[in-house]
């Protein structure tokens, strides 16, 4: 008596099972799963971004998210690409580009920011995995062609309007324009740090956004190298070289202002963008924050982080192919001998 | 402190059946068994269709070059002699024999009158060719061979009691239930080898056996417990040795090139039978387990039994397996057939539906995520490896050190966008090996 379905013929159990090469298990992490934790991470930056600068900012997170979808889907029918809306990037990119811009952008700007950063960023590269760049932070530079919008903040808790671009608040200075101009903020520390200051929507919160950091580190979705690189560099060239006579808190201060944190834990961590080694992902963060604080100190813009981080995406190969780690066990191939006077001369 | 190697994995353990005592399967009706089981060249039936054989009978023998000989595990009738497809896709001589239910001993198996302390290392070498023992955790090395060849040159003796992979426990088992098969077949070794030491790496995780065995080599000059983290592959030689000694084997090279031999845990246990008693490798311990099989065992079972008398043993299934695993979930082999027999490598029978396995999707794409990169044991940049043989650029494949993978598995099981990055760099290093022989 048989206690399992055994068929009778080996052709049905050519039907029934699956022989396919080892391994047979996998972990359960996939792309979404890791996507979802990044969005996660983010929400209590982007909750307070809403809390702190009203539902617009709500508004030009949805438009954004949207329009990167739909984006995705549309070029992804054309491009015969595999469809990977599921796998939740898009989602990502959107809500990472609409923290980066000023709540009081024309709601038109997310949307073309979102098509330019999916379709021409990502998609035309081959899709997930393939573009070089990083997509939210190309479409906010290309953003910057409308310099006047992207760069006019607005006062926290300013009431603006949902919809209209009819935007009649006064626009103010950022801590990091008095920063540049070698002055500490007069915003004490203390609300940098929690987010009390005008900027883009994402930027604003250090603490919520170190929060969020944490949680993807502790998950072990990223690594704690580039940020702590990232950041420490930023913190070390302007405690060492501060813009005018200042101390330790022009330091503290640059640290928490503009885009870094949500630069160093969420757009410098892309995987797609950034080396996959250990020592490649420290010299990549160590690049990242040099820039940044080059592009303060000396450049057009008084934000140097998307800057950097771009600058350094495209290196990302050259670290990687630099740092590559020795194989296990490895034997360095046998040099034809050399003739004995030649000192330090190449093999042939 | 726990030793250990750089990288690697911590799958799902599942390891059910690490309570269950080792049970005997009941008599099988017909057993199959293959003419090579091990690494070499295939034997030759020493029997006809129609001849009786007793159990222990050696059946098939090597006429020349590497290999070892194959024993009946029943006493009956040999059926018939044929050709059948075996897993790894060769067509190996089949020997068929029905049970005649008396499990006759052969008389000629006699054990060592005396003590084993008289035995010579060329006696223990002989005994352990003649016993037909090959390495037992998979990879089925004739294990005469690998003393002779161990002989004189090394200073280390590992007996390997990781068994990092998921779902199996027979080593475990083993250990706990007879611990002193295990310390004497180390004995056997190391007067083998010429050795006056030895290393016995357990896995933190068997915390139990490593009690045990502390315990009874307390004061034991000889034996050193070593407590390996628990992590796969932590089995895997090249990392055992690092683990241990902090060296490593070059690339292309042997444990022996180092200093170093690795047993098994449950060769070691057969080498001590086939010596003491004369009783060759015609039985071993197998782990049934997967969320198919009502309940899970270790089964000391007939080499050759078919695994569907086992799963019968276990209680028959409690749904269709989607999945049948001959060894562990990460390195074990795929089986087309519930009939087919146990060989003298088959440590485990995993039968998993489809929910507890993975499909090959056909939409994976690699999202860069370094993951693979951080637990790859040869230090190795699997995305790399996997991008370029999916692109035929073996050239780079090979800079980047293709040809040091060990094929493990880890960066296949921890890849999020479900890259089949193990089976590219498979295809590659084929491809390259082709190249290579059609230069010279
Ligand atoms: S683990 Fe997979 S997705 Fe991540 S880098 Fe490796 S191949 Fe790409
Ligand atoms: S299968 Fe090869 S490349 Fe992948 S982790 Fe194992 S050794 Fe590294």
Same mark, same amino acid.
């Given at each position: 008596m048989k206690k399992h379905p055994l068929p009778d013929s080996t052709a049905e159990f050519d039907k029934m099972l699956t022989v396919s090469p080892n391994p047979h298990i996998r972990s359960r992490e996939t792309t979404p799963s890791l996507m979802l934790c990044v969005i996660i991470a983010l929400l209590p930056a982007a909750?307070?971004?809403?809390?702190?600068?009203?539902?617009?900012?709500?508004?030009?997170?949805?438009?954004?998210?949207?329009?990167?979808?739909?984006?995705?889907?549309?070029?992804?029918?054309?491009?015969?690409?595999?469809?990977?809306?599921?796998?939740?990037?898009?989602?990502?990119?959107?809500?990472?580009?609409?923290?980066?811009?000023?709540?009081?952008?024309?709601?038109?700007?997310?949307?073309?920011?979102?098509?330019?950063?999916?379709?021409?960023?990502?998609?035309?590269?081959?899709?997930?995995?393939?573009?070089?760049?990083?997509?939210?932070?190309?479409?906010?530079?290309?953003?910057?062609?409308?310099?006047?919008?992207?760069?006019?903040?607005?006062?926290?808790?300013?009431?603006?309007?949902?919809?209209?671009?009819?935007?009649?608040?006064?626009?103010?200075?950022?801590?990091?324009?008095?920063?540049n101009a070698g002055a500490l903020p007069g915003i004490p520390i203390i609300d940098l740090f929690i987010g009390k200051q005008p900027g883009c929507i994402g930027e604003v919160s250090a603490l919520l956004l170190l929060a969020g950091g944490l949680f993807l580190i502790i998950r072990k979705v990223i690594s704690v190298r580039i940020p702590l690189a990232f950041i420490g560099t930023v913190f070390a060239l302007t405690y060492f070289f501060p813009l005018g006579d200042q101390d330790v808190h022009y330091a503290v201060a640059s640290v928490f202002s503009g885009a870094l944190f949500l630069g160093a834990f969420f757009m410098a961590t892309d995987y797609t963008t950034s080396p996959c080694t250990p020592i490649g992902q420290i010299i990549y963060g160590v690049g990242c924050g040099a820039l940044t604080v080059l592009i303060r100190y000396f450049g057009g813009y008084p934000e140097g982080v998307s800057f950097a981080i771009l600058i350094m995406n495209l290196f990302v190969w050259f670290i990687d192919k630099y740092t590559k780690p020795t194989p296990f066990g490895h034997v360095k191939p046998e040099k034809p001998k050399k003739p004995k006077k030649a000192k330090g001369g190449e093999a042939e | 402190m726990s030793l250990t190697f750089i990288g690697g994995i911590h799958p799902r353990e599942n390891k059910n059946a690490k309570d269950k005592p080792i049970e005997l399967l009941p008599p099988p009706e017909s057993i199959r068994l293959s003419m090579s089981q091990h690494i070499g060249v295939h034997c030759t039936p020493t029997v006809a269709v129609g001849d009786h054989v007793y159990k222990y009978q050696c059946i098939g023998k090597i006429t020349s070059g590497l290999g070892v000989p194959v024993h009946s595990s029943i006493s009956g009738t040999v059926k018939e002699i044929t050709k059948s497809v075996t897993p790894d896709n060769v067509e190996k001589q089949t020997v068929i024999i029905e049970n005649d239910g008396q499990n006759t001993p052969d008389p000629s198996v006699r054990g060592f009158d005396g003590p084993l302390s008289e035995l010579s290392a060329a006696q223990i070498i002989e005994?352990?060719?003649?016993?037909?023992?090959?390495?037992?955790?998979?990879?089925?090395?004739?294990?005469?061979?690998?003393?002779?060849?161990?002989?004189?040159?090394?200073?280390?003796?590992?007996?390997?009691?990781?068994?990092?992979?998921p779902y199996i426990c027979a080593n475990y088992r083993l250990m706990i239930e007879d611990p002193d098969a295990v310390i004497n077949g180390a004995k056997l070794l190391m007067k083998a080898l010429g050795l006056r030491r030895c290393d016995i790496a357990i896995e933190d995780n068997k915390k139990e056996a490593i009690r045990l065995f502390t315990k009874k080599l307390s004061g034991n000059q000889m034996f050193t417990v070593r407590k390996m983290k628990t992590k796969y592959p932590q089995g895997d030689e090249r990392q055992l040795i690092f683990a241990i000694y902090n060296v490593m084997i070059p690339q292309g090279k042997?444990?022996?090139?180092?200093?170093?031999?690795?047993?098994?845990?449950?060769?070691?246990?057969? #080498?001590?039978?086939?010596?003491?008693?004369?009783?060759?490798?015609?039985?071993?311990?197998?782990?049934?387990d997967g969320d198919c099989v009502k309940e899970p065992k270790n089964i000391l079972c007939p080499i050759g039994a078919p695994l569907?008398?086992?799963?019968?043993?276990?209680?028959?299934?409690?749904?269709?397996?989607?999945?049948?695993?001959?060894?562990?979930?990460?390195?074990?082999?795929?089986?087309?057939?519930?009939?087919?027999? #146990?060989?003298?490598?088959?440590?485990?029978?995993?039968?998993?539906?489809?929910?507890?396995?993975?499909?090959?999707?056909?939409?994976s794409a690699c999202i860069r995520c370094g993951k693979c990169v951080g637990v790859c044991p040869m230090h190795l940049m699997p995305t790399y490896l996997a991008?370029?043989?999916?692109?035929?650029?073996?050239?780079?494949?090979?800079?980047?050190?293709?040809?040091?993978?060990?094929?493990?598995?880890?960066?296949?099981? #921890?890849?999020?966008?479900?890259?089949?990055? #193990?089976?590219?760099?498979?295809?590659?290093k084929v491809r390259i090996k082709e190249n290579r022989a059609k230069k010279s």
């Amino acid at each position: 008596m048989k206690k399992h379905p055994l068929p009778d013929s080996t052709a049905e159990f050519d039907k029934m099972l699956t022989v396919s090469p080892n391994p047979h298990i996998r972990s359960r992490e996939t792309t979404p799963s890791l996507m979802l934790c990044v969005i996660i991470a983010l929400l209590p930056a982007a909750v307070w971004g809403v809390y702190q600068f009203g539902l617009r900012a709500l508004m030009i997170m949805i438009v954004s998210i949207v329009s990167c979808v739909c984006a995705e889907a549309l070029s992804a029918l054309v491009l015969k690409l595999k469809f990977s809306i599921n796998d939740l990037s898009a989602v990502v990119t959107g809500l990472l580009l609409a923290l980066n811009l000023p709540v009081s952008v024309p709601l038109w700007m997310p949307a073309v920011g979102g098509v330019f950063a999916i379709v021409i960023v990502k998609q035309l590269f081959g899709g997930i995995g393939k573009n070089f760049l990083n997509p939210a932070l190309c479409a906010r530079v290309f953003l910057f062609s409308w310099a006047g919008e992207m760069t006019y903040f607005t006062t926290p808790k300013t009431a603006l309007p949902l919809f209209s671009s009819d935007i009649d608040a006064v626009s103010t200075a950022t801590p990091l324009a008095s920063l540049n101009a070698g002055a500490l903020p007069g915003i004490p520390i203390i609300d940098l740090f929690i987010g009390k200051q005008p900027g883009c929507i994402g930027e604003v919160s250090a603490l919520l956004l170190l929060a969020g950091g944490l949680f993807l580190i502790i998950r072990k979705v990223i690594s704690v190298r580039i940020p702590l690189a990232f950041i420490g560099t930023v913190f070390a060239l302007t405690y060492f070289f501060p813009l005018g006579d200042q101390d330790v808190h022009y330091a503290v201060a640059s640290v928490f202002s503009g885009a870094l944190f949500l630069g160093a834990f969420f757009m410098a961590t892309d995987y797609t963008t950034s080396p996959c080694t250990p020592i490649g992902q420290i010299i990549y963060g160590v690049g990242c924050g040099a820039l940044t604080v080059l592009i303060r100190y000396f450049g057009g813009y008084p934000e140097g982080v998307s800057f950097a981080i771009l600058i350094m995406n495209l290196f990302v190969w050259f670290i990687d192919k630099y740092t590559k780690p020795t194989p296990f066990g490895h034997v360095k191939p046998e040099k034809p001998k050399k003739p004995k006077k030649a000192k330090g001369g190449e093999a042939e | 402190m726990s030793l250990t190697f750089i990288g690697g994995i911590h799958p799902r353990e599942n390891k059910n059946a690490k309570d269950k005592p080792i049970e005997l399967l009941p008599p099988p009706e017909s057993i199959r068994l293959s003419m090579s089981q091990h690494i070499g060249v295939h034997c030759t039936p020493t029997v006809a269709v129609g001849d009786h054989v007793y159990k222990y009978q050696c059946i098939g023998k090597i006429t020349s070059g590497l290999g070892v000989p194959v024993h009946s595990s029943i006493s009956g009738t040999v059926k018939e002699i044929t050709k059948s497809v075996t897993p790894d896709n060769v067509e190996k001589q089949t020997v068929i024999i029905e049970n005649d239910g008396q499990n006759t001993p052969d008389p000629s198996v006699r054990g060592f009158d005396g003590p084993l302390s008289e035995l010579s290392a060329a006696q223990i070498i002989e005994r352990v060719r003649d016993a037909g023992i090959s390495g037992m955790g998979g990879a089925t090395f004739p294990s005469y061979a690998k003393i002779n060849s161990a002989a004189g040159k090394v200073k280390h003796l590992i007996i390997n009691c990781c068994e990092c992979e998921p779902y199996i426990c027979a080593n475990y088992r083993l250990m706990i239930e007879d611990p002193d098969a295990v310390i004497n077949g180390a004995k056997l070794l190391m007067k083998a080898l010429g050795l006056r030491r030895c290393d016995i790496a357990i896995e933190d995780n068997k915390k139990e056996a490593i009690r045990l065995f502390t315990k009874k080599l307390s004061g034991n000059q000889m034996f050193t417990v070593r407590k390996m983290k628990t992590k796969y592959p932590q089995g895997d030689e090249r990392q055992l040795i690092f683990a241990i000694y902090n060296v490593m084997i070059p690339q292309g090279k042997l444990p022996a090139d180092v200093g170093c031999v690795i047993f098994n845990t449950e060769t070691t246990a057969a #080498v001590f039978r086939a010596v003491a008693y004369g009783i060759p490798l015609c039985e071993r311990i197998v782990t049934v387990d997967g969320d198919c099989v009502k309940e899970p065992k270790n089964i000391l079972c007939p080499i050759g039994a078919p695994l569907s008398d086992l799963v019968d043993f276990c209680g028959g299934l409690v749904k269709p397996p989607k999945k049948i695993i001959f060894g562990g979930p990460m390195m074990g082999q795929a089986q087309w057939d519930i009939r087919s027999p #146990v060989s003298k490598g088959t440590s485990a029978a995993l039968l998993l539906s489809a929910s507890a396995t993975t499909e090959y999707e056909h939409r994976s794409a690699c999202i860069r995520c370094g993951k693979c990169v951080g637990v790859c044991p040869m230090h190795l940049m699997p995305t790399y490896l996997a991008s370029f043989s999916r692109t035929y650029n073996f050239d780079m494949c090979e800079k980047f050190g293709v040809m040091s993978c060990v094929e493990c598995g880890s960066c296949t099981y #921890v890849c999020p966008g479900r890259v089949p990055i #193990v089976q590219l760099i498979r295809s590659a290093k084929v491809r390259i090996k082709e190249n290579r022989a059609k230069k010279s």
